[in-house]
């Protein structure tokens, strides 16, 4: 199978790309992780209105290829929404990225990039 | 006989037949077990996917409940603790292990949360006011959090298990519809051949067969006119030798005789008698 022990044995962090209040909420869960300086690195992103969406993506890409220890990306189903492409085109199994509602914005499973292909699959 | 499919470039012979054979056996116990293997996925994947429609429906509960408690929280700090949360968080308590489940010989990771003892970024935290909301507020977000790492491995689950299904109906699909026919195309066409070779061998016994009662009838024929001809010339000679002898006689005394008178009349004579000889030699 693509996804072998070791893919998935170090990774153990989950990383958050979200408004300020899911960030916050998140970060008091305890998910928060910032890597060792020189070379800090945060797991979570606040996006807000001002924020550009290459950033976004920026972040996104950071956290599906580039860090080996995120297990979990989650993102705000609206932010999920400016970046649809990318979203829908990263199908890997590892990190498992779970786009949650936020508060202003109630959930839509009609957007869901995995619910839609469930949807797909049973021809709902 | 090459249908759609075609066959394999074997020669017909008895070997390749039998080895045909047993890959097409082979073929049809894969076969069965993929499918095997493909239902067991499938039951499972169904089941998945119930379930994560009931996770996401859940999530979509506790995230607003959650929600709902920062909100308590920050009208009991009255003030906005994004930033001061942003800036403190250093370590990360709450993390996930994978562990995998193995389904049919495919392994779905499962995700298992657990908290690191020992660190506590937010210790100083709402500690002017609020700091009971705010530990309400972390509990549910930890469940919350919780709620969406089951949700994660499903989903993870449901990304393998779809692929692995694909790729395993995918051979069910090619062993069923293209090995499958064409060893039993190549079975069709050797077992043809080897028809083809016995009628052949078959005809060629009978040619050999009919030739040689025809040249051994030929050979009886020949000596039975042989024998039958060497007795007739038996006969003949047996006829022949008195006078032959008389004469013979006579032309030497003759000879002997009168050999200077004149030599013409003795010259027909040894002729003749060449000539029989040449008939002996040819009857024998």
Same mark, same amino acid.
């Given at each position: 199978m693509a996804a072998s022990a070791a893919t998935y044995k170090d990774r153990q962090l989950l990383a958050v790309i979200g408004d300020e209040d899911s960030v916050t909420g998140l970060l008091l869960a305890g998910i928060g992780h910032v890597t060792d300086p020189p070379e800090a690195q945060r797991n979570f992103l606040v996006v807000d209105a001002k924020t550009e969406t290459s950033e976004i993506e920026r972040a996104f890409q950071t956290f599906t290829q580039?860090?080996? #220890?995120?297990?979990i990306v989650l993102i705000n189903q609206h932010i999920a929404e400016r970046i649809r492409n990318s979203v829908d085109n990263f199908? #890997? *199994?590892? *990190?498992a990225v779970l786009e949650i509602p936020s508060k202003d914005h109630p959930y839509d499973p009609e957007k869901d990039s995995v619910l839609k292909r469930v949807r797909r699959l049973f021809g709902e | 006989m090459s249908g759609a499919v075609g066959r394999e470039p074997v020669f017909p012979t008895r070997q390749s037949l039998g080895l045909m054979k047993s890959k097409l056996k082979g073929a049809e116990t894969g076969h069965s077990l993929l499918k095997r293997k493909s239902e067991a996925l499938t039951k499972r994947f169904r089941e998945i996917t119930r379930r994560i429609d009931e996770a996401k429906q859940k999530m979509g509960r506790v995230m607003q409940i959650a929600a709902f408690s920062l909100a308590e929280v920050s009208y009991a700090v009255g003030g906005d603790i994004g930033y001061q949360v942003q800036e403190s968080a250093?370590?990360?308590?709450f993390r996930v292990r994978a562990k995998h489940e193995n389904v049919s010989g495919v392994f779905l990771p499962q995700f298992e949360s657990y908290t690191k003892d020992g660190?506590?970024?937010?210790?100083?935290?709402g500690l002017g006011k609020g700091g009971q909301q705010i530990q309400r507020c972390r509990e549910t977000y930890a469940r919350a959090v919780e709620t969406l790492v089951e949700l994660a491995s499903l989903q993870t689950a449901f990304l393998i298990l779809d692929e692995v299904i694909k790729v395993v109906n995918r051979r069910v699909n090619a062993i069923e519809h293209v090995i499958i026919p064409r060893t039993e195309n190549t079975i069709k066409y050797i077992n043809s051949e080897l028809d083809e070779l016995d009628r052949e061998e078959f005809y060629r016994l009978k040619k050999v067969s009919n030739k040689k009662q025809r040249d051994n009838a030929a050979a009886d024929a020949e000596i039975l006119a042989a024998r039958q001809k060497k007795k007739e010339a038996e006969l003949q000679a047996q006829k022949s030798t008195p006078a032959q002898e008389a004469t013979g006689a006579t032309d030497a005394t003759e000879a002997a005789e009168a050999t200077e008178e004149a030599a013409e009349p003795e010259e027909p004579e040894p002729v003749d008698v060449l000539g029989e000889q040449e008939d002996n030699d040819v009857i024998f």
């Open positions: 580039e860090r080996k #220890d995120i297990a199908t #890997d *199994p590892f *990190p | 250093k370590q990360a308590r660190i506590n970024d937010f210790a100083l935290t």
